[in-house]
């Protein structure tokens, strides 16, 4: 179990990585840049994370982790599914367009050629995270008969599709800038309304 401080140093080196990512690039990006950021040894990033993947990949993992913690206290809500819906949305956008989501696809974009190992971590942590979360939720209100005429899986796609088309390459390639708020309510509100429509109750 890490000590205060070492959660504090991790921390540390996570928001240095970041930045630094956001400065200079995956190619552009090193070890040692990212320890004089951080405020610590470069001895101490090779020892706790190995390379540059490793650590990247990290970032990806932990970032997961804090969005499905995120995601699944709203989906424990037990409330109207299209209500729950509209609470997740902006959380939803914010995982897959953010500007850490965004700083990582781009770090993997750069990997391809390289590793091409950081894709599928986002993979995994992405889309094979957000979709069974939604997917559950859904569930609940078809079982509880709020929504018909499909099952989770359709109406999760549906919904996920309608949410984000495509802001998240848009991102990614530098043709749209980080989502506002009020942004992310209005692609939710737009969502939230196809599905309604199409499988309301």
């Known amino acids: 179990m890490e000590t205060a401080k070492q959660k504090d140093r991790r921390h540390r080196i996570e928001e240095a990585a970041y930045a630094v990512l956001d400065e200079k690039g995956y190619k552009g990006a090193s070890m040692l ?21 490793t650590l990247f990949a990290s970032l990806v993992t932990a970032d997961a982790t804090a969005a499905k913690a995120r995601l699944e206290k709203s989906i424990e809500e037990d409330g109207d599914t299209i ?39 986002i993979n995994q942590s992405g889309k094979d995270l957000i979709t069974p979360l939604v997917e559950r939720l859904v569930q609940v209100g078809l079982d509880r008969r709020l929504l018909h005429r499909s099952n989770s899986s359709e109406i999760a796609e549906m919904f996920l599709t309608v949410l984000i088309a495509d802001t998240q390459m848009q991102r990614v390639v530098g043709a749209m800038p980080e989502l506002t708020e009020a942004q992310k309510e209005d692609r939710t509100d737009r969502a939230c309304t196809v599905i309604q429509n199409l499988y309301g109750a």
């Open 33 to 53: 840049d990212i320890a004089r950021r951080a405020g610590c040894s470069n001895e101490t990033l090779y020892r706790w994370y190995g390379n540059k993947q």
């Open 83 to 121: 209500e729950e819906l509209r609470l997740l949305g902006p959380l939803l956008l914010e995982r897959v367009t953010g500007r850490r989501a965004t700083v990582l696809n781009r770090a993997a974009a750069g990997d391809v050629y390289h590793t091409g190992t950081l894709g599928g971590v």
